[in-house]
């Protein structure tokens, strides 16, 4: 039956017209085109998306050291990690890092947007705000390490303006975390700024005209007009800013000392590293993998869930 199908297109190319010919032989070229720009990001994909990710899923019902066999343990390192109390606290930090860094970030990024917005030039705000974003982390947690040092200059300015003896930033259990962060706020503020502010530019004047004739103050504008509006937009910023905190390694890591101290900045991905890089137990540690995969499928679904109540879509367009 296959043969003669392509018999019958066969006949069919032989039976058009030159210029079919050619947008056939275009289209064949430019499909060729296609795959040849898109086959390097597909392969890329492939080998450090896809294959990490069955590796992982593999690993997580084994017992895998790295250089013995590996040995089949079914759900045991799932057992193991939701009684592990080192995974509870790692969870319990994670959740109050994305807890505040979110709500705070957002906000702290649409106050500033909406002040940028009214400014005619705002092209030296907005590289001053994003350049925390494109630098390094190495840099940022190295700039901030001096920052929160007992003589740094933070604690210096609250010492000489709260005439308090200056907080042990990174050495006080209490105060590790809001470290982290400060950081966090910091080096994520301006990707929320510029987002933010294309939001706002997408208003339809029209609206924001009406509401003035009809007498709306600043704050009325800006509640009952420019933030329905914009709730689309902040709603994808929260999405993304609360996967990106329940990720949150790098900066612990090069902040702190072994996630110190005593383990009050640890989250979930430092303790997926530590099991796995630090006591070589991939199984444990792709176990504790796929239940961050789930965790942040469970809270990415109620933040979808709820949106219908707050995000208004058919305003916004």
């Known amino acids: 039956m296959s043969q003669q199908l392509r018999v019958a297109q066969g006949l069919r190319s032989l039976q058009a017209s030159p210029v079919e010919q ?23 994909m492939a080998v450090f998306v896809v294959l ?20 089949w343990v079914g759900l045991a390192n799932f ?4 009684t592990d109390p080192l995974l509870l606290r790692s969870i319990l930090n994670t959740l109050l890092l994305a807890l505040v860094t979110v709500p705070v970030g957002l906000g702290l990024a649409t106050v500033i947007a909406v002040a940028l917005d009214r400014l005619r030039s705002r092209a030296l705000y907005l590289v001053l705000f994003f350049a925390p974003v494109v630098t390094s982390s190495v840099a940022v947690a190295m700039i901030w390490q001096q920052l929160f040092r007992a003589d740094g200059a933070l604690s210096a300015t609250i010492a000489r303006v709260l005439g308090v003896a200056p907080p042990d930033w990174l050495g006080d259990p209490r105060l590790a975390l809001l470290a982290v962060c400060v950081v966090t706020i910091w080096a994520s503020l301006g990707l929320n700024v510029v987002i933010i502010l294309a939001g706002l530019q997408n208003v339809p004047p029209t609206v924001v005209e009406a509401a003035r004739l009809d ?19 902040l709603f994808y910023s929260s999405v993304v800013a609360f996967i990106s905190s329940l990720q949150t390694f790098d900066t612990v890591f090069l ?33 504790a993998a796929v239940i961050l995969l789930v965790l942040t ?17 058919e305003d916004a367009a």
């Open 22 to 44: 050619r947008e056939a032989a275009w289209r064949r070229a430019e499909r060729r085109w296609g795959w040849f720009f898109v086959g390097p990001q597909l392969l890329g």
């Open 52 to 71: 990490p990710f069955v590796v992982s899923l593999v690993l997580a019902f084994a017992s895998w050291d790295g250089l013995t066999d590996l040995e």
């Open 79 to 82: 057992a193991d990690q939701l």
């Open 215 to 233: 007498g709306a103050g600043a704050l009325a504008m800006f509640f009952r007009i420019r933030l329905p509006l914009l709730s689309p937009v």
């Open 255 to 287: 902040l702190t000392a072994d996630a110190g101290p005593d383990n009050a900045t640890r989250t979930i991905v430092y303790h997926i590293y530590d099991l796995g890089f630090g006591r070589f137990e991939f199984g444990p540690s792709s176990a």
């Open 297 to 313: 499928l469970v809270i990415t679904g109620a933040q979808f869930a709820v949106q219908r109540r707050f995000v208004h879509y």
